[in-house]
């Protein structure tokens, strides 16, 4: 199966962005949906946004109008661009597919919003 490896995490000031990467170990063409969920300290998973190979997306209310999905299939890459960052937005990333039943996690990237 492919394996996705999340990058671009890192330490930013309240109304700064952060753009991250998820690199895909083989092709993503064939994966309908490719998701970008969150994790805050001491709480549940949450999605963030989730787009389709037909370059449909959705996101959680939470950071629509700041954050935008992406995806390059023939650099087997999804992004995520995140821009006016609140505090609230500190969590650990991750890149996610569900594909023929199975699901599929990279190992996250931590994002810090903090003055």
């Known amino acids: 199966q492919v394996q996705l490896v999340e990058s671009g995490g890192g330490l930013v000031q309240p109304g700064g962005s952060l753009g991250l990467s998820c690199a895909a170990s083989?092709?993503?063409?064939?994966?309908?949906?490719m998701d970008w969920y969150r994790q805050a300290p001491g709480k549940g998973r949450e999605s963030v946004a989730s787009?389709?190979?037909?370059?449909?997306?959705n996101y959680a209310d939470s950071v629509k109008g700041r954050f935008t999905i992406s995806r390059d299939n023939a650099k087997n890459t999804v992004y995520l661009q995140m821009n006016s960052l609140k505090p609230e937005d500190t969590a650990v990333y991750y890149c996610?597919?569900?594909?023929?039943?199975?699901?599929?996690w990279g190992k996250g990237t931590l994002v810090t919003v903090s003055s």
């Open positions: 787009i389709s190979n037909g370059d449909i997306s």
């Open positions: 083989g092709s993503i063409s064939s994966i309908n949906y």
């Open positions: 996610h597919y569900l594909y023929v039943g199975i699901s599929v």
